[in-house]
């Protein structure tokens, strides 16, 4: 069965880190590019970093640009999402999503989503 499964979310106190982790089964995410995404409560899903296959660059939503980093370990077939000094406007449930295409996280190329996991920022 192909999936995506997230871990690492939790309550925290704002200035505070949490790293997710993006666990792949039933394929691997070596060719992928691979994206986290964000719902916040009554807000839209949005797009918060993407990495390539192919040399693991990274792109950033200006709102998270020096507080996240995005990696991989295709060894262990996971991505991970470093968050530091965490705010309450990043509290949202946090999704990992693999993308057909080894470059780009564009809509059109997202495929396998996770289940997704809270981040609750709050002191």
């Known amino acids: 069965q192909v999936q995506l499964v997230e871990s690492g979310g939790g309550l925290v106190q704002p200035g505070g880190s949490l790293r997710l982790s993006c666990a792949a089964s039933?394929?691997?995410?070596?060719?992928?590019?691979v994206a986290w995404f964000r719902q916040a409560p009554g807000k839209e899903r949005e797009g918060v970093s993407c990495?390539?296959?192919?040399?693991?660059?990274?792109s950033y939503a200006d709102s998270v640009k020096g507080r996240l980093t995005i990696s991989r370990d295709n060894d262990k077939n996971a991505v991970y999402l470093q968050m530091n000094s965490l705010t309450p406007e990043d509290t949202a449930v946090y999704y990992c999503?693999?993308?057909?295409?080894?470059?780009?996280?564009?809509?059109?190329?997202?495929?396998?989503w996770g289940q997704g996991t809270l981040v609750t920022v709050s002191s």
């Open positions: 999503v693999s993308a057909s295409d080894p470059e780009s996280c564009d809509d059109r190329y997202l495929e396998v």
């Open positions: 039933g394929f691997t995410l070596d060719y992928y590019a």
């Open positions: 990495i390539s296959a192919s040399d693991g660059s990274a």
